[in-house]
Nanobody, 128 residues
Framework: QMRLVESGGGLVQAGGSLRLSCAAS????????MAWFRQAPGKGREFVAR????????YYADSMKGRLAISRDNAKNTMYLQMNSLVPEDTAVYYC?????????????????????WGQGTQVSVSS
């Protein structure tokens, strides 16, 4: 019903910046929230940031606050994640996710199970 495609990953040096994009297609009118998660080798999927699709409210992982800026372009059905002051610990595959929750839905958007659709991920590598 919906497809998500990430782009913008790559190799950067510590202290550098990167901007990720996630383009959604299909039944995008159902989107209530979009988010970024990341997964490093041998680790679980970790919440990074989330944005409310309608209002645009942004929420960030405590460990990365101050280094992230999430945004979206509704007309283009695209979400962005600006990452600054990157450190080697940020190295991971970054995934975009979309939720299709009704307005009254209450849940934990930090949990990956909140989201219904996932992209294939884009690799972010930060060298020291």
């Amino acid at each position: 019903q919906m497809r998500l495609v990430e782009s913008g990953g790559g190799l950067v040096q510590a202290g550098g910046s990167l901007r990720l994009s996630c383009a959604a297609s299909g039944r995008t009118f159902r989107i209530s929230d979009m988010a970024w998660f990341r997964q490093a080798p041998g680790k679980g999927r970790e919440f990074v940031a989330r944005i409310e699709w309608g209002e645009g409210g942004a929420y960030y992982a405590d460990s990365m606050k101050g280094r992230l800026a999430i945004s979206r372009d509704n007309a283009k059905n695209t979400m962005y994640l600006q990452m600054n002051s990157l450190v080697p610990e940020d190295t991971a595959v970054y995934y975009c996710a979309a939720a299709t929750r009704p307005p009254y839905y209450s849940g934990n958007y930090y949990d990956s199970t909140f989201y219904d659709y996932w992209g294939q991920g884009t690799q972010v590598s930060v060298s020291s």
